[in-house]
């Protein structure tokens, strides 16, 4: 996650109000001086750093604060209220209009992943019943126009280009065209880039703004470019008018200033935050659980939204039978596996639980599900429903046809057994409760699974 310093400088310090029974105004004006300086690092806007902090003091020196019995609590609420208004307060939807299609403009500079996140936003609205369209309205940068057509043609989304025009306004008119005469309601229009600001670049893009009259132009900015990334939207903004903001590379370890700065410099609201490179990596951006993510407090809805779009009823309903079961077996594993990887990488889903932020230590390696998928499709059928059969040669074999080892099949086997019982356990008369007490009598915390290995 792009806020990974600053997350973790934040979780520490509210870890040090919650065990604090009284805060005194000299503990709070410590406790913001760390805030300001965690903040600063994450390249968060001076001037923004500043009211911020001010806003913070204002509201937490009231007596009712300092006087309550959980005073520590009642900071991190005001700290977390003012970090979701920081990042826009609440979510911004894209505006459709009633009389289709609706034109989706994306400006941006060169390498900022213009071109593969219009094929993600495409892709994201499809899942939400719309037809889109994708335009290629890049004809400078080399092999721009194919990079559309193949990310259109991995997910089956149509692409409009005309290669032997040089005029965009041209191209994007029969583009309109075509998408009225094909039913497209959406038509995402990928417009070129540049290495810098220029005004060659600006003016194309108000020559197509003042032809097309776009219903959204939305600004795609890499957070990797930390405060940079934040002249860049004011600058658009100013020049051609912006709607609103997709994040990139928001998985990088980066500073993560642009996101906390965007909106309250340009005054437009982050829309879409693009999380990795698979072209379904793409979420709407959520102030709220942003902020909880920051502050360590965990984003279940996000993991249950992306549990929903991995998993159809029938699949859910069939996952339910297999959890029934008695007997789970490794096949019931490999299945529940497939879907797991559907949701995005282990890691990101890991980052999303709340206090996730005490398990810095643990390392998930999200190839070791390839490894474990390997291992299990190279059992026979019987060993898969059997485990119990898999004696020295069985295991041998399945080693070299896996590319693994022996060592690595008995580790996965004994993490098995674990998940097996766990299973037995959920479906006793005692239930998940039962499981819960099994687990809590053993001393299963977090810190527990900081020594977790697959």
């Known amino acids: 996650?792009?806020?990974?310093?600053?997350?973790?400088?934040?979780?520490?310090?509210?870890?040090?109000?919650?065990?604090?029974?009284?805060?005194?105004?000299?503990?709070?004006?410590?406790?913001?001086?760390?805030v300001k300086l965690a903040l600063l690092e994450a390249d968060v806007n001076y001037k923004i750093v500043k009211d911020f902090i001010n806003v913070i003091q204002e509201k937490a020196l009231g007596q009712d604060v300092l006087k309550s019995l959980t005073p520590g609590q009642q900071v991190i609420k005001i700290v977390k209220d003012e970090l979701i208004e920081l990042l826009g307060g609440t979510e911004s939807k894209i505006n459709f209009t009633s009389n289709p299609p609706t034109v989706i403009m994306l400006v941006g500079l060169q390498g900022s992943g213009k071109t593969t996140t219009a094929g993600k936003l495409a892709n994201m609205l499809r899942k939400q019943g719309k037809n889109p369209l994708l335009v290629a309205c890049d004809i400078y940068r080399p092999a721009a126009i194919k990079q559309l057509q193949v990310v259109g043609g991995q997910l089956n989304i149509p692409v409009f280009a005309n290669e032997n025009s040089r005029d965009v306004l041209q191209i994007a008119r029969q583009a309109m065209n075509q998408a009225i005469s094909k039913l497209n309601d959406v038509v995402i229009l990928d417009t070129a880039g540049r290495l810098h600001i220029d005004e060659e670049l600006m003016q194309e893009l108000k020559n197509l703004k003042s032809g097309i009259k776009p219903h959204e132009i939305i600004l795609v900015v890499d957070s990797m470019t930390g405060q940079d990334a934040v002249n860049v939207a004011t600058s658009f903004n100013e020049n051609v008018g912006i709607d609103g903001v997709i994040l990139t590379k928001l998985d990088g370890d980066t500073r993560g200033g642009a996101a906390l700065s965007?909106?309250?410099?340009?005054?437009?609201?982050?829309?879409?935050?693009?999380?990795?490179?698979?072209?379904?990596?793409?979420?709407?951006?959520?102030?709220?659980?942003?902020?909880?993510?920051i502050l360590g407090m965990g984003d279940v809805l996000s993991i249950i939204e992306k549990a929903e779009e991995s998993f159809n009823e029938e699949e859910a309903i069939k996952l339910e039978q297999q959890l029934k079961k008695r007997n789970f077996d490794l096949d019931d594993y490999l299945a529940q596996l497939k879907q797991?990887?559907?949701?995005?990488?282990?890691?990101?889903?890991?980052?999303?639980?709340?206090?996730?932020?005490?398990?810095?230590?643990l390392k998930v390696d999200d190839k070791e599900f390839v490894r474990i998928e390997a291992m299990i499709c190279s059992m026979t059928k019987a060993e898969r429903k059997n485990p119990k059969i898999l004696n020295g040669s069985r295991r041998l074999r399945i080693a070299n046809g896996s590319g693994t080892s022996v060592q690595k099949i008995n580790q996965f086997m004994k993490s098995f057994e674990v998940t097996q019982k766990m299973m037995k356990q959920m479906n006793s008369e005692k239930g998940m409760k039962g499981l819960m007490r099994n687990l809590k009598g053993k001393g299963l915390d977090p810190n527990a699974l900081k020594d977790f290995k697959l």
């Not at 806020?3 to 410590?30: H, V």
């Not at 909106?263 to 909880?292: Q, Y």
């Open 1 to 34: 996650m792009a806020f990974e310093g600053l997350s973790s400088k934040l979780q520490e310090i509210t870890r040090k109000l919650k065990g604090q029974a009284r805060i005194t105004e000299s503990d709070l004006k410590e406790m913001l001086r760390e």
């Open 262 to 293: 965007v909106k309250k410099v340009t005054g437009r609201p982050i829309k879409f935050a693009a999380t990795g490179e698979k072209l379904n990596d793409i979420e709407i951006f959520h102030p709220e659980r942003m902020a909880s993510r």
């Open 340 to 361: 797991i990887k559907k949701m995005g990488s282990f890691s990101s889903i890991l980052k999303m639980l709340p206090g996730a932020g005490q398990l810095k230590d």
